[in-house]
């Protein structure tokens, strides 16, 4: 089992930056692809970001390429989303999920094993 937990989200205003942490624990000698989704009042869960075990590849939506930015350290069994320009529509409950078993980093969540509880970012002015 692993554990997942979600730090670093809060009220910001547009344009504003902000940094998300997972933070792992359990089984986490082997690292595992992970990823951020997000879920916005009424809307489905959509993919942000992936990375993979080694931290070598990442993969990002098209509504936050350029903006966010997925990183990880496993020594610190940690990953981060740097999320900068933040705009109204990144308003949302943000959660992270390790995938065990992909070969490759994957945008779809049932690939995604284990999920954190969600941390709230809300963008308004």
């Known amino acids: 089992q692993v554990q997942l937990v979600e730090s670093g989200g809060g009220l910001v205003q547009p344009g504003d930056n902000l940094r998300l942490t997972c933070a792992a624990s359990?089984?986490?000698?082997?690292?595992?692809?992970m990823g951020w989704f997000r879920q916005a009042p009424g809307k489905e869960r959509e993919f942000v970001a992936a990375?993979?075990?080694?931290?070598?590849?990442?993969d990002y939506a098209v509504s936050v390429k350029g903006r966010f930015t997925i990183s990880r350290d496993n020594a610190k069994n940690t990953m981060y989303l740097q999320m900068n320009s933040l705009k109204s529509e990144d308003t949302a409950v943000y959660y992270c999920?390790?995938?065990?078993?992909?070969?490759?980093?994957?945008?779809?969540?049932?690939?995604?094993?284990?999920w954190g509880q969600g941390t709230q970012v809300t963008v308004s002015s």
């Open positions: 990375i993979s075990r080694s931290g070598d590849s990442t």
């Open positions: 999920a390790a995938d065990p078993s992909s070969v490759l980093i994957t945008s779809v969540p049932n690939r995604y094993d284990y």
């Open positions: 359990g089984r986490t000698y082997r690292p595992y692809h």
